[in-house]
């Protein structure tokens, strides 16, 4: 079992930059997939960006390559979600989640969410 909580969101100016963090409690978070989601009002959850549990392989989605970064801390059981150059579409929920295995872009594949983060760009 793992608890996540995120943190970071908020408002923010289109260009502008924010971190997310997910502090995960519980035991062996280095064994987990970390995965970041996004869902905006009336649409699907979205895939973001995952992180494989040493850090050394990550994989995005096609709104996030080449402005989002992930990484983790293992000694700190957190994960982050550091997003530059946003953008309005970039305003939904942001969820972190976790997973045993390999990684994965699909949501169905992942076992412990968090609650969420509200992130909101303005034009």
């Known amino acids: 079992q793992v608890q996540l909580v995120e943190s970071g969101g908020g408002l923010v100016q289109a260009g502008g930059s924010l971190r997310l963090s997910c502090a995960a409690s519980?035991?062996?978070?280095?064994?987990?997939?970390m995965g970041w989601f996004r869902q905006a009002p009336g649409k699907e959850r979205d895939f973001v960006a995952a992180i494989n549990w040493s850090g050394g392989i990550t994989y995005y989605g096609d709104s996030a390559k080449g402005r989002f970064a992930i990484s983790r801390d293992n000694a700190k059981n957190t994960v982050y979600l550091q997003m530059n150059s946003l953008k309005p579409e970039d305003t939904a929920v942001y969820y972190c989640?976790?997973?045993?295995?390999?990684?994965?872009?699909?949501?169905?594949?992942?076992?412990?969410w968090g609650q969420g983060t509200q992130v909101t760009v303005s034009s």
């Open positions: 519980g035991r062996a978070f280095s064994s987990y997939v």
């Open positions: 989640a976790a997973r045993i295995g390999r990684g994965s872009l699909s949501e169905v594949d992942y076992d412990y």
